[in-house]
């Protein structure tokens, strides 16, 4: 990361750790989901700071924890330490029953409870102060995700003068859903703060600008290449798209080990040596687990000589289970999960394999190695690196990747995926049905395509591209922005980087026109014929 001159401090809700208290004391375990899982694998050797809540409360000693867990990195970790009341009402409450749901498009599940908000600015505040003890002029902060959308507004009252951005990982809804959210206004204001905001795809992007105009009239938004660039309030913000990737070539070269190949081979022996489908989630309402389910029972009624022959595996790892919505969710899965076994069971094939329990990686890798099929179907995700991680092990290119529509994964991987639309059961079950009879040639041409893109768009690529925009940004203090061309012009004219030429290299970088990877018949048919020549 040589374009910025100081450290890159990344602030988060979670550190890539969690301490664990029990009876005899406490545990390190490694955090789990999609946002530390990417930023774990993208920072490995790079320096600087994470900062982020361990799990544990004020007045708690978990330095020598830090320091352990900081010896295998290459950054340090400092902890923001959350009282039982803030966890239950910003994390639990706040983030989780009224942004998760409102952002993933579900406005009935949320709980819009006031003193939430009270306690989310608190929160943001105190993170904030880490951050403003920990950060010096020349660093870059980089805040992610939607527990932290105010730090930038406390950051600048605190008078830290860094570069700041932010991601978000989880979709930005649209302005009709948006607009329910009692503090709208202060969320945008504060996300405006930041030099640089980064979204999963295309159409969180447009959405957040829509919420804007509609919201913001006074900002002004002048559609640059390849980013935007918003002006409010004396300043101006990069807003992009920047779509999240995974550590490719760990997940390949891991996949290829000998010892995951036999695991596989012994999944399949076991579970089935027909078709083998696999689903891999946090157990949360937004991942299609039910809609997914029923499916697969829809595939086993309407196509009856499919029984025997293809059977599901649904990996789900325990999440936010102190959240009424989260038990009862796990409780209508459990409840499908039987009634599929009860009429379709027949001596030596049980249809649903259903695991309720975080895997190790090994694991993972084996199950994705193991499977025929891939199938990915939240309602809504910002990207899902489940369905990047099934490609980057499919190192034999046999598997067929099935996704939906409202992942970010959906539309970028769209040129070699079967895409669905996770409501409509009757789809999801002739996707199943396709993918399980493909030709070998088809599949490999498809998971050829599908490895190349998650291997050039990958988790090293999505922070230097993030990086990268950073340079067009910059603080205008002190002044409105009048004419937006104006204010364009000025932005053209500041020093645009540390590093010659960046602006350009950002530009080569941004996002792959979807174009490139549009699986045209022609080129179809020559990677067709390259794999089939190849055999
Ligand atoms: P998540 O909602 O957590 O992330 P996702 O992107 O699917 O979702 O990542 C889940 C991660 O957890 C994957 O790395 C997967 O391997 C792991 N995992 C899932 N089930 C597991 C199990 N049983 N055992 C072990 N590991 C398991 C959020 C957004 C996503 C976005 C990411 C990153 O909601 O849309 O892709 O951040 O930006």
Redesign the pocket.
């Known amino acids: 990361m040589n374009e910025i001159k100081g450290r890159v401090i990344n602030v988060s809700n979670r550190l890539p750790i969690l301490i664990r208290r029990h009876a005899g004391g406490a545990r390190l375990e490694r955090s ?4 530390a ?2 930023l774990e694998a993208g920072w490995r050797d790079q320096p600087g700071v994470w900062i982020g809540w361990a799990g544990t409360g004020p007045g708690e000693n978990i330095e020598p924890f830090l320091v352990r867990a900081a010896h295998r990195r290459s950054y340090t970790l400092r902890s923001v330490a959350l009282t039982e009341e803030e966890t239950a009402k910003f994390y639990s409450g706040f983030a989780n029953e009224i942004i998760w749901p409102l952002f993933h498009d579900m406005p009935s599940r949320c709980n819009f409870e006031p003193e939430y908000w009270e306690i989310y600015q608190r929160v943001n505040r105190k993170f904030a102060k880490v951050t403003a003890e920990t950060v010096q002029d020349d660093d870059f902060v980089w805040v992610h995700d939607y527990h932290l959308m105010l730090t930038a507004s406390a950051l600048r009252q605190a008078g830290v003068r860094a570069r700041m951005g932010f991601f978000l ?2 979709p930005f809804p649209s302005p009709d859903v948006f607009e329910k959210l009692p503090w709208k206004k202060p969320i945008l204001k504060s996300l405006l703060e930041f030099d640089v905001i980064g979204f ?1 795809g295309d159409r969180d992007r447009s959405n957040f600008v829509s919420c804007l105009e509609r919201l913001l009239p006074e900002a002004t938004v002048e559609h640059g290449t390849p980013h935007l660039l918003v002006g409010q309030a004396g300043r101006q913000t990069v807003v992009g798209t920047f779509p ?1 990737g995974i550590d490719f070539e760990a997940f390949e070269r891991d996949a290829e080990r000998p010892e995951i190949a036999a695991h596989a081979a012994e999944l399949r022996r076991r579970v089935s040596d027909d078709v083998l489908v696999l689903g ?3 157990l ?1 309402y ?1 991942k299609g687990i039910p809609e997914r389910l029923k499916s697969f029972r829809l595939l086993l009624r309407r196509f009856p000589e499919m029984r025997r022959h293809i059977t599901l595996v649904q ?3 325990p999440s936010r289970e102190e959240i009424p919505n989260y038990k009862h969710l796990r409780r209508d899965v459990e409840l499908l999960v039987s009634q599929i076994n009860g009429e379709f069971t027949e001596p030596g094939w049980v249809p649903v394999h259903y ?1 309720h ?3 190790s990686r090994n694991e ?1 890798l084996a199950y994705y190695r193991a499977a025929d099929i891939g199938l990915v179907t939240p309602l809504k ?6 369905a990047k ?1 099934f490609c980057a092990a499919q190192i034999d290119e046999r598997g067929v990747l099935i996704v939906s529509e409202f ?2 994964a959906g539309p970028e991987l769209r040129s070699g995926a079967i895409i669905v639309n996770p409501n409509d059961f009757a789809e999801v079950a002739q996707a199943l049905y396709d993918a399980a009879h493909m030709s070998v040639d088809d599949k490999r041409c498809r998971m050829r395509l599908l490895r190349q893109i998650v291997k050039d768009h990958n988790v090293h690529r999505w922070i230097r591209s993030f990086l990268q925009a950073i340079p067009c940004a910059g603080r205008t203090r002190g002044g409105p922005v009048g004419d937006s061309q104006e204010s364009v012009a000025k932005a053209k004219e500041r020093p645009q980087s540390t590093m010659p030429g960046l602006a350009l290299v950002a530009a080569a970088l941004t996002p792959a026109s979807r174009s490139r990877y549009a699986m045209g018949k022609d080129a179809k048919l020559r990677m067709m014929g390259r794999a089939a020549g190849e055999d």
């Open positions: 789990s989901g999609g946002l899982t990417a990982h989880i999963q999240i891999v989630d946090r949360d937004t990996v789900v790892v695991i329990r975080n895997l993972l995700d910002g990207m899902n690196l489940v991680e992942a970010g």
